[in-house]
């Protein structure tokens, strides 16, 4: 019942899809980040949807670009990507960590926060723009929504605490960490090797700038707020899921111009 419960709270906090609530209290908690992979899975599968119906509408690249955008969105509810602006806000306030990690608590939104988002939307839209619009590259381009909460997921559960939270001692379980951990672990290595198989070299790069954004994370962000956080957990799957893209289009145009 509880693995159940953890279900259930991970598509309603980590995602914006419909469903039944489960109390915050509950230990179900420790369960739910094993399965934050699988809202990953049902991005994935909403974008190869978007690109079948694509296929059959008349040619129209840039409106299938918005879809492997805005989609994301919509399924998560932004929850990571409101993670990414607050982080954004913190990091160019250059505080010291206590002061960074009472903005990373602030509702509302700075200028930085916007400017951040502003440039991450852009970017994305042009890297999706540039993706070659095939199965296998489409498929690859899926798998990294799996990628980056599987490691989202390991994340939260083994980098420093910044200021453990209840919520973060109840997704810490003792009893549920290293089946957790096994899980994620599974989740990683099934999108790595998907990535691979999918999309080849270019996979293989993204797959590598995945686990740079990863070891960033750890070496990097976790210095600069004194320990690591859910803001910062959006902040890592949100920029994995844009350097993993950056990944597969750079890569697959430097091997046609080769």
């Not at 309603?12 to 419909?18: E, K, L, Q, R």
């Not at 299938?64 to 990571?80: D, E, K, M, R, S």
């Not at 903005?103 to 988002?117: C, E, K, N, Q, S």
């Not at 095939?134 to 997921?153: D, E, N, Q, Y």
Request: include cysteine.
């Amino acid at each position: 019942m509880s693995a159940l419960q953890g279900l259930v709270i991970a598509f309603s906090t980590f995602s914006g899809i419909p469903g039944p609530r489960v109390s915050w209290g509950s230990k179900g908690m420790g369960w739910a980040l094993m399965f934050l992979p699988l809202v990953g899975i049902c991005i994935g599968a909403a974008l190869l949807g978007w690109f079948a119906i694509s296929q059959i509408l008349p040619d129209m690249p840039v409106l299938l670009a918005v879809g492997y955008t805005v989609i994301p969105i919509l399924i998560t509810g932004a929850i990571h990507l409101d993670g990414f602006c607050d982080t954004a806000d913190a990091l160019a306030s250059n505080a010291e960590p206590p002061r960074r990690q009472q903005i990373l608590r602030d509702p509302h939104m700075g200028a930085f926060a916007v400017i951040a988002l502003v440039v991450y939307i852009l970017v994305f839209f042009g890297l999706a723009f540039s993706l070659p619009a095939t199965w296998v590259f489409v498929a690859a381009f899926a798998s990294v929504f799996v990628l980056s909460r599987a490691l989202g997921g390991l994340a939260t559960l083994w980098f420093t605490s910044a200021e453990p939270s209840q919520l973060a001692l109840s997704l810490r379980n003792p009893r549920t960490k290293t089946p957790s951990t096994v899980l994620l672990a599974f989740w990683t290595i099934a999108s790595a090797a998907a990535l691979i198989c999918f999309a080849g070299t270019a996979g293989a790069v993204a797959l590598m700038l995945s686990a740079l954004v990863f070891i960033a994370a750890r070496v990097w962000l976790v210095r600069q707020f004194g320990g690591f956080s859910g803001d910062l957990a959006g902040w890592l799957i949100q920029m994995i899921e844009l350097t993993a893209l950056a990944g597969l289009v750079f890569t697959n145009l430097v091997l046609q111009a080769l």
